[in-house]
Every structure is written in C-alpha cells, then in structure tokens.
C-alpha cells in the first residue's frame, strides 16, 4: 500500500545525500516535497501540515550529531516524526480478564468478520479459549460465514436461528454458550452497515451496554481513504472506541488514512492486516511501520514470522541433513513451504532493508517462480527426490508434464540444486575445518 508513498521519500532524500551541507533554502524544497509526497498520498491536509512544520522546526533548530551526514540527519527526524503521527509507542492488546470480551465494529465490507476470526486465532495460540459470537442479524449469511471461519480454526461460535434479531438477547444467550463451554474470551462480531446512521449506532450502544465489553475495535478499510478517518471520528465520539484497526494493507490504495486516523481521532492503532488469510494479522508498531514507508524495512517482524513460521525440531534435523551432505529435493520442497507460511513473499521481502528499492526497480521473485518449483518437485517420485541423479532425459519430459512446466524449466531446477547442494557441502567442510583449528587454550 505505501509502495508509492516510499518510492516519493526515496526520491526526495536521494537528492540529499551527495549534499555537505544544507541550507535554509534545500530544508524548505525538502519539507514542501514531502508535505506533497503526503497529500498525494490522501493525507489529511491538516496533518500533513503540522507534519511538516514539525519536521522543519526541527531540523532548522537542531545541530547535526557527529557521524550522521545531513541527509541522514532529516531522515532519523522524518522518522521520528511518522513514528509519533501513527501512535509513537505500541499499544499491544494484551486480554487480562479471565471473561475477556472484545466487540469488534465497523462498516460492512471493512473485513470485520475476518478480523473476528484472526483475533480468535491469535488468542488461541496464546492459550486462550476464545467464543465467537454471530451479532451481524442483518447481512444475509454473515453467521454462516463466521461459522465457515470458526471451523477452520477450530473455534466454538454462538450463533441464533435467521429469524432472532435482537442482539442483546443472542449476546446472553452466547454467555450461557461460554459457561457451557468454559470460553475464557468472547468476540463479538456485530452488524455493520453502508454507512453511518443512528439506528445502526443506538443498537451498538446498547449492546455495549449490555456487554460491557473490555475493549472495542473499531474495523477500518484501509482503502477508503479519507472516509476511514470520518468514520473513526463518528465511532469514537458514540462508542468510546479503544483502538483501531487497518485491514487491507496489501491493496493499491495510498495509505493516507492509515498516517491520519491516530493524529485526527486520537484513537490508537492496535492491529493491522495484509490480506484474507487467517495468519496475516499483525500487532502495530508505530515504528517499525514508519520503518517500512521509509523503506528501511522491518526485521524485528521479519524475525516474529520466521520464529513463528518454522519448527525448531525440523530445523535442527535439517541442519544435521546439511552436515552429512544428505539434503535433498524433498527436504527443499519442505523449506519452500515453510517460507509460504510467512506470508506473501512480496510482503516479507519488503520488512528486509533495501529490498523495496530493488523490487522497485524490477528484482521481484515472483510467487510463481514458487508455485513452479513446487508442482515440478512434487511430480517427482519419492526415489528421484532423493537421488536427482535418476532423472534422465524421459523423467524430465515426464516431469514436465506433470507439473505443467518445460523441460527446461525442470533442468534449471535440478541445476540450481546442484549447484545450492555444492555450496552446503563447502560450508560444511569449513565449519569443520574451523573446529579442528581451535586451540585447546587461549592466549591473555
């Protein structure tokens, strides 16, 4: 979503960089290219504004540190600065009541359903034993949905017959489900509409009466625009909304809204999300997300999904595979899946520094060039798997075939390989080599 807006900073702090030093007029060509970088990205004018003239006071009034060059200098500021617009510190929902209630509200068509569904898988790995709750009487299938959701991370839901339409009465009825059920933390997915109006908000009001419920997350369609921050602002006046959070991240819009909820509304950021799968939810660090639109990436997340995403156990059956040269094609297939599990691969290249300049400038690797790997690995039998060296002329045509690729497609493969195989052993024998070189004393 930021790519555009990171290209734009990219471009205005490169002309920075060969400068030795800056003057009053280079600050102010600086701050007005960046004030337009935000406006062209639809954030609100007002924001942009004091944005920029915070930025500018600071650089003006400040000396610059010993070992930052002057570009380097408005850069640390800039990010500085986006880091305090989106929220400055993290506000990590951390759920402390043993009958943890969340009401999850927000438009229809925002990705509220989804959202209910991730956050009960996020609980459920924390050890928590979350119930959802169908509120949403209105839109025609939004319990089945919620239901589709619920099995598919194998969570109880609480849902009333098509005809029950009062919310609070389903909401007590589900309490009654989660005694039953020893449920320490209901999510209450609630109806939402096209827009805002009152008889939509009276029936939330009550509900949260009834409810009490320890938080409530608003749902923002990042791709809104503008309309998010109005729609934060109206929720957060009637509702007492206590956090935020930005769906659709991974979409072409210019992520204006996401930079001016927290300055407009005062309402924080708790959560942000990059797709429709169940794993793409993410806590929101402020900094780490201005990290990633200054294009300097975000690897403490990158860490958070590589710990997440492989086993350790595998890990280290694969590390001593390596060491005794027995690596092979199945062995690969398993660490491409483990890399799928991250998440989309454009969105994990862009948490590595500089990768976003170099995607930019069209050093992307494709998703297809996996899904590729992986259908000609897995029309492979298990014997030629495990020894490439089988795989002639006719198991290659065969292979082909069965993955849907070329021929040639299916040699670069095994070349690649073969070559990946090589460089392992090297590492290997001078890992070993470096053992056998250690002294069995130390000199002082």
Same mark, same amino acid.
């Given at each position: ?27 102010? +060509?600086?701050?007005?290219?960046? $004030? /337009? !970088?935000?406006?062209? &990205?639809?954030?609100? =004018?007002?924001? %942009? ?116 339409? +009062?919310?609070?009465?389903?909401? $007590? /009825? !589900?309490?009654?489900? &989660?005694?039953?059920? =020893?449920?320490? %933390? ?128 595998? &890990? ?129």
């Amino acid at each position: 979503m930021f790519s555009s807006l990171t290209e734009k900073f990219d471009g205005i702090f490169a002309g920075l960089r060969s400068r030795g030093k800056l003057t009053e007029r280079d600050i102010k +060509d600086t701050t007005r290219e960046v $004030r /337009r !970088a935000l406006l062209e &990205a639809d954030v609100n =004018f007002r924001v %942009a504004r004091d944005f920029v003239g915070r930025i500018e006071e600071r650089v003006v009034g400040s000396d610059i540190v010993k070992h930052f060059t002057p570009a380097q200098q408005i850069v640390k500021i800039v990010h500085e600065e986006l880091t305090e617009l989106l929220g400055g510190k993290a506000r990590l929902y951390q759920p402390t009541h043993a009958d943890e209630r969340v009401m999850v509200v927000g438009l229809q068509g925002s990705g509220k359903t989804t959202f209910c569904a991730k956050l009960a898988s996020v609980l459920r790995r924390s050890g928590r034993k979350p119930l959802l709750v169908a509120l949403d009487v209105y839109r025609p299938a939004a319990a089945d949905q919620l239901e589709v959701l619920a099995r598919s991370i194998d969570v109880p839901i609480a849902r009333g017959a098509p005809e029950d339409r +009062d919310v609070n009465d389903l909401y $007590r /009825r !589900a309490v009654g489900v &989660a005694r039953g059920l =020893f449920c320490d %933390a209901l999510i209450l997915d609630t109806a939402g509409r096209l827009h805002i109006d009152d008889e939509m908000m009276a029936e939330l009001e009550g509900l949260g009466a009834e409810a009490q419920p320890h938080e409530t997350f608003l749902v923002l369609d990042s791709m809104t625009g503008q309309e998010a921050v109005h729609v934060a602002s109206a929720f957060r006046d009637r509702l007492g909304v206590t956090g935020a959070v930005l769906t659709k991240l991974d979409g072409d819009a210019r992520g204006g809204a996401a930079l001016s909820v927290r300055a407009v509304t005062g309402v924080p950021i708790r959560f942000a999300s990059a797709g429709e799968r169940i794993d793409t939810l993410e806590p929101f660090y402020p900094d780490r997300m201005a990290g990633r639109i200054l294009g300097m990436g975000d690897m403490m997340s990158l860490i958070e999904k590589t710990q997440s995403a492989v086993d350790s156990d595998k &890990a280290a059956q694969l590390e001593q595979k390596i060491r005794e040269d027995a690596f092979d094609l199945t062995d690969f297939l398993e660490q491409l899946q483990q890399i799928r599990k991250m998440g989309p691969l454009e969105d994990v290249m862009k948490m590595i520094p500089g990768a976003s300049k170099a995607m930019a400038k069209g050093m992307n690797v494709e998703q297809g060039q996996l899904d590729r790997v992986q259908a000609i690995i897995q029309s492979m039998t298990p014997g030629e798997r495990s020894r490439p060296s089988l795989i002639d002329g006719s198991r290659r045509r065969r292979i082909a075939r069965g993955s849907g690729t070329t021929v040639q497609a299916v040699n670069s493969l095994l070349k690649q390989f073969a070559q990946m195989k090589k460089m392992m052993k090297n590492l290997s024998k001078f890992q070993k080599m470096q053992k056998r070189m250690r002294l069995p004393f130390s000199f002082h």
